[in-house]
């Protein structure tokens, strides 16, 4: 596996379920990111990491969860989740400072849609 | 707030040159990136302006004027696997946060 992974890529759950997705990178980056896209709006960042730390939640609600267990993977747990959360969950990391590069590399994401 | 604002949609024909202008209201401005994503697709990066002036990489270039909290992606000798969505994104506070825009829809036509 190269660069930034997420499972799974889709998925389908009701407003009482819980659910868990997670995040892999491969490329030695010591922050990554929770994002969230929905249709028409912009990235929204959602929690940071650094060094497996939280140094960012930008006003998430409770029923999403974070967990950055090392450097190298990241989970964001869901439960009891609205209607208008379905939208694309994207992992990111970075290597931070930025040095001579600021790219955020990307996964996939997880199309989640919420019934 | 924070927020970057750029055109929603832009249209262009193939060989032609287009810019996609970025203005941002940010704290803590760091610098300004841009992002590429084709549908379906991750976003990817295409380039970052700390400083003043214009950074070139290949077809695609960026300027950035902080003290007009303003820059732009110039894309030359457009090709139509250059359709998709462009982001300008600005560092805000550190390298750790960064501020997307809306993101500009471009269509590129025959």
């Known amino acids: 596996e190269t660069g930034v992974t997420q499972t799974p890529r889709h998925l389908v759950m009701g407003m009482t379920n819980k659910k868990s997705l997670k995040c892999e990178q491969h490329?030695?980056?010591?922050?990554m990111y929770w994002y969230k896209q929905s249709a028409k709006k912009p990235l929204e960042l959602m929690f940071v990491y650094n060094f497996k730390e939280q140094t960012e939640n930008n006003s998430v609600p409770s029923r999403f969860s974070p967990e950055c267990p090392n450097s190298s993977h990241l989970f964001l747990h869901l439960h009891t989740l609205q209607p208008e959360d379905s939208a694309l969950y994207l992992c990111?990391?970075?290597?931070?400072?930025?040095?001579?590069?600021?790219?955020?590399?990307f996964g996939p994401g997880t199309r989640l849609t919420v019934t | 707030g924070q927020s970057l604002e750029q055109p929603s949609e832009v249209t262009a024909v193939e060989g032609a040159i287009v810019q996609i202008n970025c203005t941002y209201q940010?704290?803590?401005?760091?610098?300004l990136s841009w992002y590429q994503q084709h549908d379906g697709g991750a976003p990817t990066f295409l380039s970052y302006n700390g400083l003043d002036g214009l950074e070139e990489t290949g077809r695609f270039s960026s300027f950035l004027s902080r003290s007009d909290s303003y820059g732009y992606l110039l894309l030359q000798e457009l090709q139509m696997k250059d359709s998709a969505s462009y982001f300008c994104?600005?560092?805000?506070?550190?390298?750790?946060?960064?501020?997307f825009g809306a993101g500009t829809r471009l269509a590129v036509h025959p």
């Open positions: 490329l030695g980056h010591n922050a």
């Open positions: 990111a990391s970075s290597q931070v400072p930025g040095g001579d590069s600021y790219e955020q590399y």
């Open positions: 940010t704290s803590g401005f760091y610098g």
């Open positions: 994104a600005a560092f805000s506070g550190g390298y750790n946060k960064l501020i």
